[in-house]
C-alpha cells in the first residue's frame, strides 16, 4: 500500500504562513488531495489533484507538489483554521490517507 | 445543495451483519461514483468501497473484501453498504462521499454513522 506520512502537529499564530507535507512512499503522479477536518465534523474537501482549489474554498488555501512530495499551504492562517489536516492519494490502490497533521493556533 | 445522510449505524457483536444506508439529494445520483469512508476513534481516515455509476464496479481494500458489499438504487438515489462478520476492528464512523470517479477526491461526505462491534 501507498503509505502517507504527516508530521502529526504544527502550531502558529495568525496572519503567518504554514506548510503542511505529505511525503508518499511510492510515485502518485498529481492524484493527491487535501481535507480539512474540524471536531466533530465530516472532512471537507480543500485541493484536488495537488494544486486546484476545490469550489468554495479560500484562497488563502494552496497546493503544490508531484510525484512523492506534497505540500498544503495557508497564507495566512485564522483563527477557523484550527483543525486536522489529511492528504490522500487516488493513483494507486488501495486509495490510502496520511495519518492527519493537527493544526493549532497559539 | 448536495445532501448525503447515512443511517444504520449501531452496536452489533463480533460477527454478526449490519447494512448501513445513504440517502443521496441535490444533484443527479446515477451520475457520479460513490464511496464509503471510515474513521476508527481518534484515528485516521480509511478508504472502504466504491461503487461506479450503475453499479457494475466495485473496489474494495483487502482488509474487507470479501466481508463488505457496497450497492446502490439509483432510483432511490441510495447508497448501501452490507458489512459481513464484522470485527471489532471494524469499529468507526462510516461515511458516505461522492466521487465523479475512482481517481477523484472525495467531493462531498455526509455527517457518518456509528458502527461499534463489541460484544
Known amino acids: 500500500d501507498t503509505v502517507l506520512t504527516q508530521s502529526p502537529a504544527l502550531a502558529v499564530s495568525p496572519g503567518e504562513r504554514v506548510s503542511i507535507s505529505c511525503r508518499a512512499s511510492?510515485?502518485?503522479?498529481?492524484?493527491m488531495h487535501w481535507y480539512q477536518q474540524k471536531p466533530g465534523q465530516q472532512p471537507k474537501l480543500l485541493i484536488y489533484?495537488?494544486?486546484n482549489l476545490a469550489s468554495g474554498v479560500p484562497a488563502r488555501f494552496s497546493g503544490s507538489g508531484s510525484g512523492t512530495d506534497f505540500t498544503l499551504t495557508i497564507d495566512p492562517v485564522e483563527a477557523d483554521d484550527t483543525a486536522t489536516y489529511f492528504c490522500?492519494?487516488?493513483?494507486?490502490?488501495?486509495?490510502?490517507f496520511g495519518g492527519g497533521t493537527k493544526l493549532e493556533l497559539k | 445543495e448536495v445532501q448525503l445522510v447515512e443511517s444504520g449505524g449501531g452496536l452489533v457483536q463480533p460477527g454478526r451483519s449490519l447494512k448501513l444506508s445513504c440517502a443521496a439529494s441535490?444533484?443527479?445520483?446515477?451520475?457520479?461514483?460513490m464511496a464509503w469512508v471510515r474513521q476508527a476513534p481518534k484515528k485516521g481516515l480509511e478508504w472502504v468501497a466504491t461503487?461506479?455509476?450503475?453499479?457494475?464496479?466495485?473496489y474494495y481494500p483487502d482488509s474487507v473484501k470479501g466481508r463488505f458489499t457496497i450497492s446502490r438504487d439509483n432510483a432511490k438515489s441510495s447508497l448501501y453498504l452490507q458489512m459481513n462478520s464484522l470485527k471489532s476492528e471494524d469499529t468507526a464512523t462510516y461515511y458516505c462521499?461522492?466521487?465523479?470517479?475512482?481517481?477523484?477526491?472525495?467531493?462531498?461526505w455526509g455527517q457518518g454513522t456509528l458502527v461499534t462491534v463489541s460484544s
Open positions: 462521499a461522492r466521487q465523479m470517479y475512482t481517481t477523484d477526491p472525495f467531493a462531498y
Open positions: 441535490g444533484f443527479t445520483f446515477s451520475n457520479y461514483y
Open positions: 490522500q492519494q487516488s493513483w494507486n490502490d488501495p486509495r490510502t
Open positions: 511510492e510515485g502518485v503522479n498529481s492524484y
Open positions: 489533484k495537488a494544486s
Open positions: 461503487i461506479s455509476t450503475s453499479g457494475s464496479r466495485t
